[in-house]
Structures are given as structure tokens and as C-alpha cells.
């Protein structure tokens, strides 16, 4: 079956820790993206990526970084910068840049 | 950049009929689009009207688009328990990415 994948389901983080959400697709699309939701509020662009190898700065992207080297894979690192990391963290992808989007089913990071 | 608006929370019974209310401010949207998120789970897409359209009917969803006042509606009649979730609407501008409202939570009471 076609999708996104995103792991792990739960992450905790230690202070000062780098942790590194993986998400993989498998429907040939160009464009993969990462949000931000924290509860009762909606989602906030964090980085997305439009080719391989190229990707561009959301809305909220300080204290974090990614990587896109695979057309199926866009890693999303959380580093020690990033002071307030827990909420649940989404990535999609489309065909094209601002497409709909399909999503994976999330990953909640926690800090300890 | 785009700004959109909903309510956060909206409570029927089961049986009721639900109207989820969107406002937008970016004229350009080519695509407007609903997802449905269920707890602790990713976004599904479940309706989207092209900007040509006034509404757009499937199944129990109903779409209605107000272009001149930029207002997006979706009613979902029946409502049953499975449709509790929050629900989310998208305007695509055909910019970088989806801007997403803060989302609509319904609650289905029995």
C-alpha cells in the first residue's frame, strides 16, 4: 500500500539532546513538508522541500533542521536549540509544491 | 501570507445535521480543502471544491464556498459518533504549502 510513514509513534527527548523524526513515502511525490501542532491550536509549517536535494525554511523552523538526500525520505532533526520541543509532529507530502497534502499518522515528541 | 479563521468547537446530536464555518483572506485560492483529524492521528483529506465552484455535495458532506466574502463552509448531515474529530480547512493559494485554520473540534453527543 501507498503512504507515508512516519516513526516513532512516541519520542522522548533528555535536555540538550538532538532527536531525529523519520518520515518516509512511498507515492512518488516531489514535494514532502513537516507542521507543528500543538494542542487546540493548527498546524505551523515548520521546513519543506519541493526536489531532492533543495528544501526551504516554514514558518517556525529555528531550532530545527532537515535533510532531503531521497526523493522517499525527509528527516526532521530537533536540536537542543529548539526550547519548547514537545507537541506532535506531521509530515506530508504531495505531487506538487501546495497540492493536497497526504499525511502520516504523526509522531509525539516529549521532553524528560 | 494567508490567514484563516475558524471556530475552535462545535457540539450536535447524533442524528443533527453539523456546519463547520472557515474564513480566509488570500482571494487567490485555487483549491480549498477539508481534512478530518481523529485523536492522535494524522490529517485525511475528506472534501475539496475548486474555486469556480459553489458548492460541492458528496455523500453526507456538503461544501459551500462564498468567494466574495471568502467563506468556506462544510455540513455534514447525520451526524454520527465516528464523525468526532477536528476538522481543518485549507485554502491552496498555489504557494509553498497549505495554510491550515486552527481547527473546528466536533463533538457528537448520543
Known amino acids: 500500500d501507498g503512504g507515508i510513514t512516519q516513526s516513532p509513534k512516541y519520542l522522548f527527548r533528555k535536555e540538550g539532546q538532538n532527536v531525529t523524526l523519520s518520515c518516509e513515502q512511498n507515492l512518488n511525490h516531489d514535494a514532502m513538508y513537516w507542521y507543528r501542532q500543538d494542542p487546540g491550536q493548527g498546524l505551523r509549517l515548520i521546513y519543506y522541500?519541493?526536489?531532492?536535494?533543495?528544501?526551504q525554511k516554514g514558518d517556525i523552523a529555528e531550532g530545527y533542521s532537515v535533510s532531503r538526500e531521497k526523493k522517499e525520505s525527509f528527516p526532521l532533526t530537533v536540536t537542543s536549540a529548539q526550547k519548547n520541543p514537545t507537541a506532535f509532529y506531521l509530515c506530508?507530502?504531495?505531487?506538487?509544491?501546495?497540492?493536497?497534502?497526504?499525511f502520516g499518522s504523526g509522531t509525539q515528541l516529549s521532553v524528560l | 501570507g494567508e490567514d484563516v479563521e475558524q471556530s475552535l468547537f462545535l457540539s450536535v446530536r447524533e442524528g443533527d445535521s453539523s456546519v463547520i464555518n472557515c474564513t480566509y483572506t488570500d482571494s487567490s485560492s485555487t483549491y480549498l480543502y477539508w481534512y478530518k483529524q481523529e485523536p492522535g492521528a494524522g490529517l485525511q483529506l475528506l472534501t475539496y471544491?475548486?474555486?469556480?465552484?459553489d458548492m460541492k455535495q458528496d455523500q453526507r458532506l456538503t461544501v459551500l464556498l462564498n468567494k466574495k466574502d471568502k467563506h468556506l463552509s462544510l455540513r455534514i448531515a447525520d451526524t454520527q459518533t465516528g464523525d468526532s474529530a477536528i476538522y481543518f480547512c485549507?485554502?491552496?493559494?498555489?504557494?509553498?504549502?497549505?495554510?491550515f485554520g486552527s481547527g473546528t473540534r466536533l463533538q457528537v453527543q448520543p
Open positions: 522541500s519541493q526536489i531532492v536535494n533543495d528544501f
Open positions: 485549507a485554502p491552496d493559494t498555489g504557494r509553498r504549502a497549505l495554510t
Open positions: 471544491i475548486f474555486s469556480n465552484m
Open positions: 506530508a507530502s504531495s505531487n506538487q509544491g501546495g497540492e493536497k497534502l497526504f
